[in-house]
């Protein structure tokens, strides 16, 4: 059903145009800016709200509507329709636990290390973008970015302008949130999540 369809697909258009927003600022001016990205990830999270919003009022009047969804909805042994609910909510909430879990892992490593591995930005980046691609894709997300941000140091120290400055990893998060935000919707990168048990 055609309610359905912009339920799932405005959500990612317009993280992935929020995704695209912030890679651009990030090239053009070399920097991404604090606020903005504090700002792209309170919308971000806003989105997910109505989506589960209006995914909840969809489910719960296509129940109502069925003649045997009645059965389905709340009642005092069946908790089919909360059980339904948690699953809108969950990887969200995986999502955020994942990414705060990663932010302050990489804080305590500055700490201990005094190395300027990420900068304030970066972590707003970090839960955004995790956010964005979902709890699932979490591990190609980092995996994939480390890769181009390893491919982007090699090419520099190839042409000789290797310097020893902290190389921001957002917008290679950034790269790949679009990237995977683009495969979720192919079966065969939905077989390799499977084939690496991470779906």
Known sequence: ???NQIIYWFPIGIIGVIALGLLYMGLRKGEIL??????????VISIYIIQIIAKTIYFYFALKD??????LLSGDENNYFYRTIWGF????IWALVIGIGIVIVLLLFKKFTKDPII???DIFIIILTILAVGPYNSLVLFIGALFLMIVVQVINFQKKKFKRLRLSISPFLLIMTIIILVLNN??????FLDFFKLL
């Open 1 to 3: 059903m055609w309610i």
């Open 34 to 43: 604090e606020k903005t990205v504090r700002k792209a990830l309170i919308l």
């Open 66 to 71: 069925h003649p045997f969804g009645q059965y």
């Open 89 to 92: 909510v969950a990887p969200h």
């Open 119 to 121: 900068d304030r930005s």
């Open 186 to 191: 192919f079966y065969f990168y939905q077989k």
